[in-house]
């Protein structure tokens, strides 16, 4: 094993890769990322949904053995991130009285309890990350409620609620390599914790991970949650776009949205107020385009402009319905530190200029954050949520250490085989 410190392992499910890291974190606090691995998901995983069981178990173990490799280390439990067009989210308050006048940990639990009381539902499993409760003491925050003097509890949660079905594959998938779901965090809040500042945090900004199948949308402001939701599409509708409008394959299409991005005439001739008479000369407009994977029968060369015109018209409107949810629920006013785009999709050239224009705030690509080692590939936004997760997993230790929560782990997954097999024998 290299080096000294605490190392934990995590694994993102993304509907283009699934991706290992092993991180570190030493003594001093910092974190590093000794060692990762990423494996083509091949369509076996889609919207956060495992598709193919056979199909993901072996990108996992790709991406298990790249890892292990790299950091010289044995991965024997892992976090993850879960997410899914059929997650849904609330934010719950509980209260209890503290009977003793000094907060134990059976008053946190009574008040978590309280919280998730009106959101559990048969076939359902609701999970929560440690870094979206909110604890107070007689009206007063504060960050670990154990040991602190006082008459009432309360906590403030953000819940992911799920189909049991999404984390059973989930959970099945990571065993069947021999490992163990430690926890499990909603994806959008691991891109946050990926990629966001604590300035961000503080004074308001939204997070948007543009992934492949899935976008996850978070909003802070004074380190609170205040909405996070998932949108049913991502950069695979633009790709499927422009694979449908110009007949190439997905493959070259992708290529073609990396290579040429957003177009820059467009988001001028709907958003800028400038005189066209005072804008840059651009001659884009008249290029060419030489395809090479085009449907025999149909065009192998293309102007740009009509590339430019789908990818901008469902980039544009992506964008515009993220707007109108944050509008919907008044958010808007939160964004003081503006929108971070994150996650695969967000490489697309001048897709934060398009951001800008739609929500009328600065945007910025969201890169990993708040790690002082990266390995060479690892730089890059669709890594913030595995950046996210590891995050996410020291913290997890640390409070389950500290009584906080109660660990998953060894117990957790024997007491998941015994109902399973009660269930599949006996019931």
Known sequence: MRGRGEIVSVVDFGSRDIRVLVARRDNDGTIQIIGHGTAPAHGCVSQGVIQDRAAAQLSLKRALNFAEKESRTKITSVFCGVNGKKVETFIREGTCKIERDIVEHSNMIEARDIASRDILAPGKRVTSSISAQEWYVDDMRVIDPIGIRGQVLKTRIHFARLPAVIEDNIVTCIESQGRELEDMIFVPIASALGCLTPEDLELGVGVLDLG??????????????????????????????????????????????????????????????????????????????????????????????????????????????????????????????????????????????????????????????????????????????????????????????????????????????????LKRYFL
């Open 212 to 421: 492949r199948g899935i976008t996850g949308l978070a909003i802070y402001r004074d380190f609170r949650i205040l909405g996070t939701h998932c949108f049913e599409w991502g950069g695979y509708h633009i790709t499927r776009d422009v694979a449908a409008g110009l007949q190439v394959s997905f493959e070259e299409a992708d290529e073609l949205i990396l290579e040429y991005g957003i177009s820059e005439a467009c988001i001028h001739e709907e958003f800028d107020e400038t005189p066209e008479s005072l804008r840059g000369d651009s001659d884009d407009s008249a290029a060419r385009v030489k395809l090479r994977s085009n449907v025999p029968g149909s065009p192998s060369v293309v102007d740009r402009v009509d590339l430019d015109g789908i990818v901008y018209e469902r980039a544009k409107e992506l964008l515009v319905k993220v707007r109108q949810h944050i509008q919907a629920r008044g958010l808007t006013k939160n964004l003081v530190r503006g929108i971070v785009l994150t996650g695969g999709a967000a490489s697309i050239k001048k897709y934060t200029d398009l951001a800008e224009a739609v929500f009328q705030v600065p945007c910025r690509i969201g890169m990993p954050t708040g790690v002082e080692v990266l390995p060479n590939g690892v730089e890059s936004p669709e890594f913030s949520a595995a950046i996210g997760i590891a995050r996410h997993a020291f913290e997890f230790r640390a409070a389950a250490r500290h009584g906080r929560i109660e660990p998953r782990g060894s117990m957790v997954s024997v007491s998941r085989r015994a109902a399973r097999f």
